[in-house]
């Protein structure tokens, strides 16, 4: 069984940064395709931040040079580095994991909140 439990979200100013874990079992990152998602109140889930089996990363162009995603294999983690914080950035952050059978993410964590207000 899959597991994804994130965490490091919390409350920051704008102009700040976090970083999210999201800490995986029962399947290895280092082969797996893992991505960020966010869901701000009354919005749909939207794509964040992917990283591919081979290291590949992309970005939402809302994201694209403030956020890194990034894995340490050794620790089976995958992260979101988010830098320059804007109020708009405010949601339920989840790590989901990709499935090449299914095509889709097929499991997702819990969701870390994060809020950005001065």
């Known amino acids: 069984q899959v597991q994804l439990v994130e965490s490091g979200g919390g409350r920051v100013q704008p102009g700040g940064s976090l970083r999210l874990s999201c800490a995986v079992s029962g399947r290895a990152v280092s082969g797996a395709f893992m991505g960020w998602f966010r869901q701000a109140p009354g919005k749909e889930r939207e794509f964040v931040a992917r990283?591919?089996?081979?290291?590949?990363?992309y970005y939402a162009d809302s994201v694209k040079g403030r956020f890194a995603i990034s894995r340490d294999n050794a620790n089976n983690t995958v992260y979101l580095q988010m830098n320059s914080l804007n109020l708009e950035d405010t949601a339920v952050y989840y790590c989901?994991?990709?499935?090449?059978?299914?095509?889709?993410?097929?499991?997702w964590g819990q969701g870390t909140q994060v809020t950005v207000s001065s």
């Open positions: 990283i591919t089996w081979s290291g590949y990363t």
């Open positions: 989901g994991s990709y499935s090449p059978q299914t095509g889709r993410f097929d499991y």
